[in-house]
């Protein structure tokens, strides 16, 4: 598996598989239904594809902490996890990604903290943080307020 453009162009990645996590089949979509049908052929369950997801994806992230900072700081300093959810997901969807995340050994250092914040809000964080002009209300600006 690859992350991004370094993927092999005509291989099937898996994708989606977090949505899987919530169970309220009336709210997902034909697209989600047919991942869940392909991720069953290996006899998995979503939280262990999930598991694995957010395995490599540390590997990544860690190996990539460890060449900036360096192994000594790296190991020592705290770390702050933030994964997003979905708006509408209950605490059951929650629960296994928190689940997930433990598998996949995110958690297993004393200084990693793990975090959900739903999509929105981390939209919203990241205008205000990285864009603090572009949010600036006028009164002559319209507003429409979106959900």
Same mark, same amino acid.
């Given at each position: /598996?690859?992350w991004?453009?370094s993927?092999?162009?005509?291989?099937?990645?898996?994708?989606?598989?977090?949505?899987?996590?919530?169970?309220?089949?009336?709210?997902r979509?034909?697209?989600?239904d !047919?991942?869940a049908?392909? /991720?069953?052929n290996?006899?998995?369950?979503?939280?262990?594809?999930? !598991?694995?997801?957010l395995?490599?994806?540390?590997?990544?992230v860690?190996?990539?902490?460890?060449?900036t900072?360096?192994?000594q700081l790296?190991?020592?300093v705290?770390i702050?996890?933030?994964l997003?959810v979905? /708006?509408?997901?209950?605490?059951? !969807?929650?629960?296994?990604l928190?689940?997930a995340?433990?598998?996949?050994?995110m958690?297993?250092?004393?200084n990693?903290?793990?975090?959900?914040?739903?999509?929105q809000?981390? !939209?919203?964080?990241?205008m205000?943080?990285?864009f603090?002009?572009?949010?600036?209300?006028?009164s002559?600006h319209?507003h429409?307020?979106?959900?």
């Amino acid at each position: /598996m690859g992350w991004g453009f370094s993927q092999s162009y005509g291989i099937s990645q898996p994708g989606w598989c977090k949505l899987l996590l919530f169970q309220d089949k009336q709210l997902r979509n034909t697209a989600l239904d !047919a991942q869940a049908h392909d /991720m069953k052929n290996p006899g998995r369950l979503p939280v262990e594809v999930v !598991a694995d997801y957010l395995r490599s994806l540390w590997c990544h992230v860690s190996l990539s902490l460890r060449r900036t900072l360096g192994r000594q700081l790296f190991d020592h300093v705290s770390i702050q996890l933030v994964l997003t959810v979905p /708006m509408y997901w209950d605490h059951g !969807a929650q629960n296994l990604l928190k689940t997930a995340a433990k598998w996949s050994g995110m958690l297993t250092r004393d200084n990693v903290d793990l975090s959900l914040i739903s999509e929105q809000e981390a !939209a919203a964080s990241y205008m205000l943080k990285d864009f603090p002009s572009a949010l600036r209300v006028r009164s002559s600006h319209e507003h429409q307020k979106c959900n």
